[in-house]
Nanobody
């Protein structure tokens, strides 16, 4: 089993920055994808950004250019640098990881960290 532990959420004013961190531990064979999703009150969970072990990043249109994602394959850590934050970025942010083995895909989730952007 793989555990994901997030840190770095909090309160910030519009235009501010936060950095989310996620560390994977446990029985890690290989993590092919790591990234972040978020869920705002009354809304479905949505993709924020993911990055493959090869360094290919994928971003939601709403965060492109503002939220670069970084990953360290050696330590199984991923970071989300959130810049120019907006009130609509307020949500619980979940760390995500995926292991791909022939015929099976394993998805892992962290417990979530709250990000609140307020005036």
């Amino acid at each position: 089993q793989v555990q994901l532990v997030e840190s770095g959420g909090g309160l910030v004013q519009p235009g501010g920055s936060l950095r989310l961190s996620c560390a994977a531990s446990g029985s890690i064979f290989r993590l092919d994808v790591m990234g972040w999703y978020r869920q705002a009150p009354g809304k479905e969970r949505e993709l924020v950004a993911t990055i493959t072990s090869g360094g290919v990043a994928n971003y939601a249109d709403s965060v492109k250019g503002r939220f670069p994602i970084y990953k360290d394959n050696t330590s199984n850590k991923v970071w989300l640098q959130m810049n120019s934050l907006k009130p609509e970025d307020t949500a619980v942010y979940y760390c995500y990881a995926q292991s791909q083995v022939p015929g099976t895909v394993y998805d892992y989730w962290g417990q979530g960290t709250q990000v609140t952007v307020f005036s």
